[in-house]
């Protein structure tokens, strides 16, 4: 299972830049009803995401403003990202080593192809384990088989 285009595909990506209000983000974010947004620079590069729990550290805790914010000002720049060729697998080990709940998809130039979440992943590894055991109990047991009785 590759990350594209088995968990992303077809995903119609929302970014921000830098200079951008943090409200306005906010809002796209809540419209398209998403938790994270990536930032880019001029040239579509990746240089940082923004979660709802950035949101949630500046304005409910901080006090911050968000009309005087910029998606610069609140975004988090140490970013790991994974390829589109990643597996599922190596993507979900690296969130749970992280505690990240999104990793951004990206080209080998850096420039950003998508955004896999955890609950991307979960739904994906969870069909693909009930695929296995389906196949697994067929094989065992053939057309004699019934998970009802």
């Given at each position: ?100 709940r999104h990793l951004p998809v990206v080209d080998d130039d850096g420039m950003p192809l998508g955004i896999v979440s955890i609950r991307d992943l979960y739904a994906v590894i969870t069909r693909a384990s009930r ?19």
């Open positions: 299972m590759r990350i594209i285009p088995d968990v992303v595909n077809d995903q119609n990506l929302l970014v921000a830049r830098p200079g951008d209000n943090a409200r306005q983000v906010a809002t796209a974010m809540v419209e398209r009803h998403i938790s994270s947004i990536l930032v880019v620079d001029d040239a579509g590069k990746l240089i940082g995401i923004i979660t709802e729990r950035d949101f949630t550290r500046y304005f409910a805790v901080q006090g911050v403003d968000p009309n005087r914010t910029t998606a610069g000002d609140i975004m988090s720049e140490e970013l790991e990202a994974i390829s589109p060729d990643d597996s599922a697998f190596s993507a979900l080990e690296l969130m749970e080593l992280k505690g990240f695929d296995l055991l389906a196949k697994t109990q067929t094989y065992l047991f053939d057309d004699r088989y019934n998970p009802d009785m």
